[in-house]
């Protein structure tokens, strides 16, 4: 069964930085878009960021030009380098398998003010 693991979440203040990784395994994972979304409380779910085997990448308006997704195809990670964290960018930051419908179990990213 597919595992997808996320870990880098934590408290920082408004302004800080935070890099999350998602390690996948049982998975060819060169050729998979990967995914991360996030789940602010009592909000939907909404997708973060993109990006396929090829490299191409999509952003959420929200975090456009603060949030830097990237891919190590040779260690299986999917690495989301966040930057400029604003307290709206609280929640469970979840990894997403596309091909699959496969989560993550999420990575809680709390941004003081």
């Known amino acids: 069964q597919v595992q997808l693991v996320e870990s880098g979440g934590g408290l920082v203040q408004a302004g800080g930085s935070l890099r999350l990784s998602c390690a996948a395994s049982?998975?060819?994972?060169?050729?998979?878009?990967m995914a991360w979304y996030r789940q602010a409380p009592g909000k939907q779910r909404e997708l973060v960021a993109t990006?396929?085997?090829?490299?191409?990448?999509t952003y959420a308006n929200s975090v456009l030009g603060r949030f830097t997704i990237t891919r190590d195809n040779a260690k299986n990670t999917v690495y989301l380098q966040m930057n400029a964290l604003k307290p709206e960018d609280t929640a469970v930051y979840y990894c997403?398998?596309?091909?699959?419908?496969?989560w993550g179990r999420g990575t809680q990213v709390t941004v003081s003010s």
């Open positions: 997403f398998l596309p091909v699959q419908n496969f």
């Open positions: 049982r998975i060819t994972f060169s050729i998979n878009t």
């Open positions: 990006i396929n085997s090829g490299g191409q990448i």
